[in-house]
């Protein structure tokens, strides 16, 4: 299984600038090109490898140790 995404909760990193410090500060990826990187409502999303290199259902959300921040976690190709 590999990262595909880290989301972090905009409850606790209020800005986009806020969670894309820690994530440079965590060793992971802050933009990819193409560089989509989606939100919703209540997530910002940094993509470290694009969806499509991934076995379609292979998917998984993961907690992680630190409050706020979840990975999507998938099977490559």
Do not use: C
């Not at 590999?2 to 992971?28: D, N, P």
């Not at 992680?64 to 990975?71: A, L, N, P, S, Y």
């Amino acid at each position: 299984m590999r990262i595909q995404s880290v989301l972090l909760a905009k409850q606790m990193y209020r800005t986009r600038t806020e969670a894309k410090k820690w994530i440079g500060e965590h060793g992971f990826k802050t933009s990819i090109t193409p560089d989509p990187n989606p939100e919703s409502k209540n997530w910002w999303r940094f993509r470290q490898i694009q969806p499509d290199k991934f076995v379609v259902g292979s998917f998984r959300l993961v907690d992680t140790k630190d409050e706020g921040v979840k990975m999507v976690m998938g099977r490559l190709r």
